[in-house]
DNA sequence: CGTCAATTTGAAGAGGAATTCAAAACGGGA
DNA sequence: TCCCGTTTTGAATTCCTCTTCAAATTGACG
């Protein structure tokens, strides 16, 4: 028999194994089994943790969605220059390669969110927060007087966020040219053109 | 009995019953009898046409993709100035709203990609010839010293694409403040410092 | 060490979807 | 009009997943 865990432990482990089950198959090609194996239980186990598979698909996908939040901003605390910030901030935008399991996850949601409002509001939300997180970037960079910038620095978030989760696609579905290398060159093209900065790294 | 049709004719209808399935289902949640009600026949008649339901997804994804880049190059065949060109191409690419069925087929790719090679391969395809419609706009465009670009007319042109492609994804998500107004401006605010034009219009 | 509640298993059954196929329905062409 | 090959149906079968639940296992705690 696995393991024995308690409840809170044991909802964490459904949750990362959600994570690999959604990734695997598909947001809409999940099942219960999936998650039982990837869990490395049986189907009756994730059951009595959550008696709808569904809503522990909503929450690996928020818990995702969080990490990968979290993980950004905790990059972003550790430097004070706008241009480092901005520089680095587009490089944690981007999955480290075609396999990039959070950015896969993300990408499992394009779709859904089309679909199922939760997941709409959900995305939404986390677009957002980006944007805001790219917006506090540029403003103090713009108030430093390092950035010049050339429109609305909500306009230019919101353009740089949408840059990052279209080459995330990109990256993902494995187009030979563009990897993470060649992607951020291209949101930092723009990045250039919108702060007047060179952003030298 | 629902009426009797050619095998092409049948083809044809199950291809667009197909999108309209995904759609609905998304692409990994579709099933033969979602198929079969859309197309008014039963499982039985749809899998006389087609033994294998994933062939037929295939087919009417690669059929919406064609359809929906087709439409773009019509309506770019109808103008000559680079400008309105441009302009037109840029709405041309974004949804009209959170229901657009061709953008939305193609948002159902997005995660299906990663996992599915050739549902990769579609979508790259996609994206390289968009990319390539966007830089003959450009490059005749600065040809004509029409548009001074401040970049590579291939990066330039990606980015356009990826843009498009981001906000698709927004307005089909029902962000509350973008939507193909807003979205439209704020790829043009992108299109006009890469371009040097105001792209008035 | 023994008890007990919580966790996990595995088997049984209920429900659905895919698949197969014989029979029916249809329409184009003789 | 009638015939014949094609298309469609619908029922039977198989396969698979979800759900339920009694029994087994476990670890915490006294």
Redesign the interface.
Known sequence: MAQRKSRSDRRLDLIEAARRAI???????VQLSHVAEEAGLTSGAVLYHYPDLSELLMEAQHAGMERFYEQRLRQLATLTDPVQKLVVTIRSGLPTG?LDPDV?LL?????????N?V??VL??SL?DRQVSMYQAILDTGAALGVFRL??DSV??A??L???E???G??I?????L?GPDEAAE??L??AR??TGNDLLH
Chains 1, 2 share one sequence.
Do not use: C, K, Q, W
């Not at 990734?23 to 090609?29: A, E, K, L």
């Not at 993902?172 to 030979?176: D, F, G, K, L, Q």
């Open positions: 990734i695997r198959h598909g947001i809409d090609g075609p896969r990408n499992e949601l394009g779709g859904a969110a089309g679909r409002r997941y709409g995305l939404t677009y050339s429109a306009t230019i919101r353009n966020v949408a840059l989760d279209a080459y696609y990109r993902t579905a494995r187009h030979p563009i291209l949101i093209s723009y053109a919108a």
